[in-house]
Nanobody, 124 residues
Framework: QVQLVESGGGLVQAGGSLRLSCAAS????????MGWIRQAPGKEREFVAQ????????LYADFVKGRFTISRVIANNTVYLQMANLKPEDTAVYYC?????????????????WGQGTQVTVSS
């Protein structure tokens, strides 16, 4: 079992930045891919980004490429999502996940494990 706790969400103006954190505990998570999934009000969940267990490989959804950066520090069991040039359409609850579902859509699961989410609101 892996427990994930997200933090760092909040209210920001369009064009601003936020950094989300995901602290993992429980079963050793260092060999898992980690990622972020988001869900905007009234919309299906979207895959946002993923990082390999070594940190050498990353994957991004097209709508965040060039704006978001995912990283991880295995020593402190934390994954980060640095978000820049935020847009109102980035407003959503952001979930951290182990082995994130690449097509979360209306699926029951976001990944092998996931957290409670953190709210990001971008005002225009």
């Amino acid at each position: 079992q892996v427990q994930l706790v997200e933090s760092g969400g909040g209210l920001v103006q369009a064009g601003g930045s936020l950094r989300l954190s995901c602290a993992a505990s429980g079963r050793t998570y260092s060999r898992y891919n980690m990622g972020w999934i988001r869900q905007a009000p009234g919309k299906e969940r979207e895959f946002v980004a993923q990082i390999s267990w070594t940190g050498e490989s990353t994957l991004y959804a097209d709508f965040v490429k060039g704006r978001f950066t995912i990283s991880r520090v295995i020593a402190n069991n934390t994954v980060y999502l640095q978000m820049a040039n935020l847009k109102p359409e980035d407003t959503a609850v952001y979930y951290c996940a182990v082995n994130p579902n690449p097509r979360p859509g209306a699926a029951r699961t976001l990944g092998d494990f996931w957290g409670q989410g953190t709210q990001v609101t971008v005002s225009s």
